[in-house]
C-alpha cells in the first residue's frame, strides 16, 4: 500500500470536505485517511499494483478537485473564473434588472427575473443544503436560508427572496477566499525553500527539482538563496538567516560540521552541503504538515459551538414553523403577517457568524505563530495556554545555555604557584586530551584567552575525581578539590576560603596542582541565557502569577541561578520522577501549568503539565513529536510571544462570539416583533458575519512584540 499526501484546489468550506469525502469513500481501491478542509490537503491509501498516482489525481478531477503540483498552494481561482462568484454576480444583476423593470411594468417580466435570479444564485447553496441533509443527516444554515428564501417567494416577495438568494450566495462564494486568507501563513512557510536545488555529482553542477533531493546528496547554496532541504555543511562557511525556521531575526554563524535547517537563507559564503533528510521530511516540510494537522484539531470553545449548532440550526427552524402556525390559532391576525415573521427569523436566527468566528480565528493564530518559530499543535493548547497562570522550568538548555561557561580563575597565595598564564597553559595542555564537557569548558577559556597549550604526556583519567598528565616532566593533577584533600593528601591552605565561596555562589570547582601543592581553583557554572531574566519579566507582566524551576542540580547552584533568572521558587536534587511529582502538586494548588523544557528529558514533565512547551525544538524530532508547544528556537521570548498570541487570540474569540449573539439577538427581536423586514434582517446577517471575520484575521499580523 502506498500513501499519497496532495494538496488540491476548490476546497473552501467543510462542504466540499464532506462532498469529497462521499466520493473518495465510494471508490472500493481507494482508501481515505484524512482531509483537511482548512488546508485543501487530502490523505489516501492505495495498492500502487493497482490505482497509479495518475490515476488517483484524475479521479480527484473528476470530483472537482484538481491536485496542485509539488510547491503550489491548494488556491481558488480569480474571482472572474470562480463559478460561485459568477452565479452570485448573476444572480445580482437579474435581481436589479428585475427591481428597475418593476417600476416599468408589472407582471410576468419582472417575475422571471426575480425566479432566475433566486434559482442561480441558490444553485450552490441550495445543492448544498439538500446533499447536508440527505447524507449527513443535518439541518444547517445552508437549508435554514434555502427554506427562508422559497418561503418568501410563495408569500409573493420574489424580490426579498431574490435579495436573500444573492446576498447569502456572494457570502458563500467569498468565504472560499475568506478560507485562502487564513492558509496565507503556511504559504509564506512554503514559498521559504526554493523550488530547484544544484546537485553537486562527480564533480559536476546540474539543476535538479528540490523535491528530489535525497539524503546523501550534496548541493550548492549560493549566497542570497534558501537551503532547500535540511543538512550538514562539508564545504564553506557563512551566515544563515534561520528566522523563517526559528524566528530569530539575528543570523548564525555557520561552518563544516555544523546542520542547516531547509529555508535558512544563505547570507554571504558558497557552502556545500550534505543532504540529511529529504525534500518531505525536512524542517519545513515538517512543520507545515504539523500547522495543517494543528488547525483541524478543534478548541474545546470550537467543538462546543459545532455541538451548539447541531442542534441549534434544527431548533430554529421548529420555532420558525411554530410562530407561523401557532400565533394565528390564538390571536386575532392574518396567516400571511406571521409567517412572513416566520420566514425573517429564520434568517435572522441564523448562526453564520457565531460558527464561522472560532474557525477563522484559530487558524491565523496557529499559521501565524508557525511563522514567527511557535509551533502550537492545535486549537486546544493554544485555549490552554490562555489560561495559563504558573510555568515550571527546567534549569538545564531552559534558562541557562546548558554548557559549562569558566566564571573564575583564582591562584593560591603562595610562593609554589607559577604564573597565572602559565597555570593556564599547562591546564590547557592537560584538559584538552580530556572528552569531559567541563574539560572542554576550561579549554575554550584558556583559547579565548590567547594561551598557547602546553604540550602533555601520559594522560591519565581518574574516574568521578579529574585527571593527571606530565607537562615538562612533572606530574600535573586537576580534578575535584577532594582530589587533593583525600586522595593525594594536599593541603589547600588559603585555596580552600576560595573553593568554599565559589561552591556557595553554585559554581562548579576545580583545583590545580601537584600532589605536593594545589596552585588553583577554577570556576565553572552553566550560564543564564541573555534575555532570560527580560523573558520572565514579561511572563510576570502579562499575567503569569509564579514562575517554578524544577532542576536535578544542587541547592546552592539552583539558589544562584533562580537569584539571576528572577525565578520566584526553585527545587533542587530532583530525578525526573520528582520532576512530575512536583508538577502535579503545583497543578492541585494552581491547576493550569505549563512546563517549559527540552523536549527530550523533560518528557514525563512535558506530558503532565497542562501544556507542555519544547524550547530549540528545531531540527529535533523527538521535542517536536512529543510536545504540545514547540519554540523552534532556544529563546524563553518566543514563550512571551506564544503566551500573548493566545491570550489574544482568546480575546478575538470572545469578541466574536459577543458581536455574534448580541447581532442575533437584535435580529430576533425585530423580525418577531414585526420591526424588521426581510431584506433588512439578511443585511444584518451578512454584515455580522464580515464583521466577525475580519476581526479574526487580524490574528494574520499578530507579531513578535505585540500586546
Not at 310 to 331: D, E, K
Not at 395 to 416: F, N, Q, S, W
Amino acid at each position: 500500500m502506498k500513501e499519497y499526501r496532495l494538496r488540491i484546489a476548490n476546497m473552501d468550506c467543510e462542504n466540499d470536505a464532506a462532498r469529497l469525502r462521499r466520493s473518495l469513500e465510494s471508490q472500493a481501491d481507494i482508501e481515505l485517511l484524512q482531509i483537511l478542509a482548512s488546508s485543501g490537503t487530502v490523505r489516501l491509501t492505495v495498492d500502487e499494483n493497482e490505482v497509479s498516482q495518475e490515476d488517483v489525481e484524475s479521479r480527484l478531477e473528476e470530483f472537482g478537485f484538481p491536485v496542485q503540483k509539488q510547491g503550489e498552494h491548494a488556491s481558488l481561482p480569480p474571482f472572474w473564473k470562480n463559478p460561485k462568484v459568477l452565479a452570485a454576480i448573476v444572480s445580482g444583476v437579474l435581481l436589479l434588472v428585475g427591481w428597475l423593470l418593476s417600476y416599468a411594468v408589472e407582471g410576468w417580466l419582472p417575475l422571471t427575473l426575480y425566479t432566475l435570479s433566486i434559482l442561480i444564485g441558490g444553485y450552490y447553496f441550495g445543492r448544498e443544503a439538500l446533499e447536508e441533509l440527505s447524507f449527513e443527516r443535518q439541518v444547517g444554515i445552508e437549508l435554514l436560508m434555502s427554506v427562508a428564501a422559497i418561503a418568501a417567494y410563495v408569500l409573493g416577495q420574489p424580490a426579498e427572496a431574490a435579495m436573500l438568494v444573492f446576498l447569502y450566495s456572494i457570502s458563500e462564494a467569498l468565504e472560499g477566499y475568506t478560507e485562502a486568507k487564513t492558509r496565507s501563513a503556511v504559504r509564506a512557510l512554503m514559498d521559504l525553500t526554493p523550488k530547484t536545488a544544484i546537485l553537486i555529482e562527480d564533480g559536476e553542477q546540474r539543476e535538479i527539482p528540490a523535491e528530489e533531493l535525497k539524503p546523501g546528496d550534496r548541493f550548492l547554496v549560493h549566497p542570497g538563496q534558501s537551503v532547500p532541504t535540511d543538512g550538514e555543511i562539508a564545504a564553506g562557511a557563512s551566515s544563515l538567516d534561520e528566522a523563517p525556521v526559528t524566528g530569530e531575526s539575528v543570523p548564525v554563524e555557520k561552518s563544516v560540521g555544523d546542520t542547516v535547517f531547509a529555508g535558512s537563507i544563505n547570507a554571504e559564503g558558497s557552502l556545500e552541503v550534505i543532504a540529511t533528510k529529504a525534500f518531505a521530511e525536512n524542517t519545513i516540510s515538517r512543520i507545515i504538515v504539523m500547522v495543517e494537522e494543528a488547525q483541524e484539531r478543534k478548541g474545546e470553545s470550537q467543538q462546543f459551538i459545532e455541538r451548539f449548532g447541531n442542534w441549534y440550526s434544527p431548533a430554529v427552524l421548529l420555532v420558525g414553523i411554530a410562530i407561523a402556525v401557532l400565533p394565528p390559532l390564538v390571536m386575532d391576525t392574518t396567516w400571511m403577517q406571521w409567517a412572513i415573521r416566520a420566514t425573517i427569523f429564520i434568517v435572522a436566527a441564523a448562526p453564520c457568524a457565531l460558527v464561522i468566528s472560532i474557525p477563522v480565528t484559530l487558524v491565523a493564530a496557529l499559521g501565524t505563530a508557525a511563522r514567527h518559530g511557535v509551533l502550537i499543535k492545535g486549537g486546544v493548547y493554544i485555549e490552554r495556554l490562555a489560561e495559563i497562570n504558573v510555568i515550571a522550568m527546567d534549569k538545564t538548555g531552559t534558562i541557562t545555555l546548558g554548557e559549562p561557561t569558566v566564571t573564575d580563575c583564582e591562584l593560591a597565595g603562595h610562593g609554589d604557584v607559577p604564573q597565572r598564564e602559565e597555570v593556564l597553559a599547562i591546564t590547557a595542555a592537560i584538559e584538552q586530551l580530556s572528552q569531559h564537557p567541563l574539560a572542554k569548558a576550561i579549554v575554550r577559556y584558556i583559547d579565548d584567552e590567547g594561551i598557547q597549550p602546553r604540550k602533555a604526556t601520559d594522560f591519565r583519567s581518574i574516574t568521578g575525581a579529574g585527571a593527571s598528565a606530565s607537562v615538562d616532566g612533572k606530574v600535573i593533577y586537576i580534578g575535584k578539590p577532594k582530589l587533593f584533600e583525600e586522595e593525594l593528601k594536599v593541603d589547600l591552605g588559603p585555596l580552600s576560603e576560595v573553593v568554599f565561596r565559589l561552591q556557595d555562589e553554585g559554581k562548579t570547582v576545580a583545583v590545580v596542582g601537584t600532589d605536593n601543592a594545589a596552585w588553583a581553583a577554577i570556576a565553572m557554572r552553566d550560564t543564564v541565557r541573555e534575555n532570560a531574566k527580560d523573558a520572565i519579566t514579561q511572563l510576570h507582566a502579562i499575567g503569569i502569577k509564579k514562575i517554578v524551576m524544577l532542576t536535578g542540580d544542587n541547592e546552592g547552584t539552583a539558589a544562584q541561578i533562580s537569584k539571576e533568572a528572577g525565578i520566584d521558587e526553585f527545587y533542587a536534587s530532583l530525578k525526573p520522577d520528582d520532576k512530575v511529582t512536583k508538577l502535579r502538586e503545583l497543578m492541585r494548588f494552581h491547576e493550569h501549568v505549563a512546563m517549559v523544557g527540552d523536549g527530550v528529558n523533560d518528557a514525563p514533565a512535558l506530558a503532565e503539565a497542562s501544556v507542555g512547551v519544547a524550547m530549540g525544538a528545531a531540527g529535533t524530532d523527538v521535542a517536536l513529536e512529543t510536545a504540545d508547544v514547540a519554540l523552534m528556537a532556544d529563546d524563553l521570548e518566543k514563550l512571551v510571544y506564544a503566551l500573548k498570541q493566545a491570550k489574544r487570540n482568546q480575546s478575538i474569540v470572545r469578541q466574536n462570539l459577543v458581536l455574534s449573539a448580541i447581532v442575533i439577538l437584535v435580529l430576533v427581536i425585530g423580525a418577531v416583533s414585526g420591526q424588521f423586514t426581510l431584506p433588512i434582517a439578511v443585511l444584518g446577517h451578512e454584515i455580522s458575519e464580515f464583521v466577525v471575520v475580519a476581526n479574526g484575521l487580524r490574528m494574520l499580523r499578530f507579531k513578535a512584540g505585540a500586546a
